[in-house]
């Protein structure tokens, strides 16, 4: 297999400038917990069959930098991975914006075969040179060079080499892997480019992630960048790794799980003046929730706490719903919620060939309030317009199978949602992710403050900030679904019926809308009316959602 090379920091040749973000290397607050005892889960290494072992290294040297272009114009810097681990060797280098503190990880593969011939790595046979920022008028330590490693036949290069010398690395500084070890990958965040944004005709570089994600994917991101040149994607060359072996003892059992959420769950914040807050299931069903069948309208039937007593299976056909209680005062009981009874949902999944796992944190709400708009200066309430029984939110925490590293989170807003980086996060009595939830709609946000939804100074308003109303999802919670656990987790009745929880509320959208227009001068009525129809259903409130189950998320990636 060879020994694999190291390389030492590059000098910097920059003028006096301000410390950039990506100058400190991102902790978390508080020192990783003692994992309980378990397979695999946090062992350093996991084997992903035909004879590759992979362990996560999170430690760099800094070969090249620049110092403009890319988010922010603050340009990037590109790492090797170091110090290797001994019979590691690298698989791809490492690199990110400058505008963030240094915070990320590679991917290093150690050959199990002892089989020379058709091993599970093997050195390059060459290199492609795929660019150089040698005749570049731009602020940077040195000269940066790209180089795409020619694997030999049979094998896939997973990562580029970066140098900041003109000579081709050595052919033993890499490996390529053996192709049925390697998956399809795509280009996913900008990393950079010479410009602000990225140029499709330029030179661009972007994170690499597998092509197919989700809980049965057996697809693994090794870490690496793509380099894109003029259009032409090197990133068709690269590949990602894959689980062959399709082996979950990497990932975490339940004492471990626990001890995960523990450690990361996140703290809500609802917004101060929120009226509609979460509840537990139970509470929602015990308190006076009707289950409703077409036809059969005015005979709605009590609903058990489990939900035992509720369609399991099937589709969302529109043969059964949710609505609240008939009576008036319960109603309005109700549709408040009650956060003291509150409890989360959980659920465990693998990702990115069970390297990872996700534990998605499930939130429920009995009403979702009437949504807001912002319209140039003035603020208006939409009438019923967002309002809908029965609201589900979530947010989803990232953490590394090789050591219980929380890494990113997902916060879920409305239909879509974002993807956080750990070192971008707000924390609170340790690793504690704060979360914010906006007013009304729930959506989940990770700093406090006005995200408006539209186009210029038009838009829905989804306010966040602290308040006295602050759930700690950590402290009632219930482990809902973890597939590959099998039989260890028995998955309550509620979760498996698929239709909606809310009943299809008719109103005049044009008669709110109108209403609405009222308070608008003439030249705001038409953007106004063209925001509102533009919205998607889950906003406009014209019918309560599916349970989490019935989610793109629930099998698959978040979006």
Same mark, same amino acid.
């Given at each position: ?212 994600? $989700? &809980? ?8 690496? =960048?793509?380099?894109? /040149? %003029?259009? +032409? ?119 990115? $060939? &069970? ?8 939130? =429920?709400?009995?009403? /979702? %309030?009437? +949504? ?137 959208? +044009? ?49």
């Amino acid at each position: 297999m060879g020994n694999c090379l190291t390389v030492s920091s590059a000098s910097d040749v920059s003028k006096k400038r301000n410390a950039l973000p990506i100058e400190t290397s991102f902790k978390l607050p508080a020192p990783m917990p003692t994992w309980p005892p378990g397979e695999g889960f946090a062992g350093g290494t996991i084997d992903l069959g035909g004879g590759l072992e992979v362990c996560q290294i999170s430690s760099f040297t800094k070969v090249w930098a620049t110092h403009e272009g890319g988010p922010d114009n603050l340009g990037a810097t590109f790492f090797e991975p170091s110090p290797m681990p001994e019979e590691f060797c690298m698989l791809g280098c490492y690199s990110q914006p400058n505008k963030k503190p240094l915070f990320g990880w590679v991917l290093a593969g150690k050959d199990n075969t002892n089989n020379p011939l058709g091993g599970a790595l093997k050195k390059p046979i060459d290199y492609t040179l795929v660019w150089s920022s040698e005749s570049l008028k731009i602020k940077q330590d040195g000269n940066g060079y790209v180089w795409l490693p020619t694997p030999p036949d049979g094998y896939k290069a997973v990562g580029h080499v970066i140098t900041n010398l003109p000579e081709k690395p050595s052919l033993d500084k890499i490996r390529c892997v053996r192709s049925d070890l390697t998956d399809l990958c795509e280009a996913d965040t900008w990393i950079w480019g010479l410009d602000k944004v990225a140029n499709a005709n330029g030179f661009n570089v972007y994170d690499l992630q597998p092509s197919d994600r $989700g &809980a049965q994917a057996l697809a693994v991101s090794v870490g690496t =960048f793509v380099a894109q /040149n %003029g259009g +032409a994607a090197s990133s068709l060359s690269l590949a990602c790794l894959k689980n062959i072996s399709s082996n979950l003892y990497a990932m975490p059992n339940l004492a471990q799980v626990d001890a995960l959420v523990q450690a990361y769950s996140p703290w809500v914040y609802l917004h101060p003046d929120e009226q509609y807050l979460p509840s537990s299931v139970s509470w929602f069903f015990q308190n006076g929730a009707l289950l409703y069948q077409q036809g059969e309208e005015s005979k709605p039937v009590n609903i058990d706490p489990t939900g035992s007593n509720l369609p399991q299976g099937g589709s969302n056909d529109g043969a059964y719903w949710l609505d609240l209680p008939v009576d008036a005062k319960a109603k309005e009981t109700v549709k408040k919620g009650d956060l003291q009874d509150s409890m989360t949902y959980m659920h465990i999944k693998p990702m990115l $060939g &069970a390297t990872f796992t996700d534990i998605a944190i499930w939130i =429920f709400y009995p009403f /979702n %309030g009437p +949504a807001r708009a912002k319209v140039e200066l003035i603020n208006i309430s939409l009438g019923k317009i967002g309002e809908h029984v029965g609201d589900w939110e979530h947010v989803t925490l990232r953490v590394s199978n090789f050591n219980g590293k929380l890494m990113n989170v997902f916060f879920s807003e409305h239909s879509s949602g974002t993807w956080v980086n750990a070192s971008e996060l707000e924390f609170q009595n340790g690793n504690k992710v704060v979360s914010y939830a906006s007013l009304h709609g729930h959506a989940f946000y990770p700093k406090p403050g006005l995200v408006l939804q539209g186009s210029g100074a038009i838009g829905i308003r989804n306010d966040t900030a602290k308040s006295k109303m602050v759930m700690d999802t950590g402290t009632r919670y219930m482990v809902v679904a973890a597939e590959y656990l099998g039989s260890a987790v028995v998955e309550p009745p509620w979760l498996n019926y698929y239709r909606k929880w809310g009943p299809k509320i008719s109103y005049d959208l +044009a008669a709110e809308i109108k209403e609405v227009e009222k308070l608008l001068p003439g030249k705001l009525k038409s953007a106004f009316e063209k925001l509102v129809k533009s919205l998607p259903n889950e906003i406009l409130g014209e019918e309560g959602p599916t349970g989490p189950k019935m989610k793109k998320n629930w099998d698959g990636d978040e979006v």
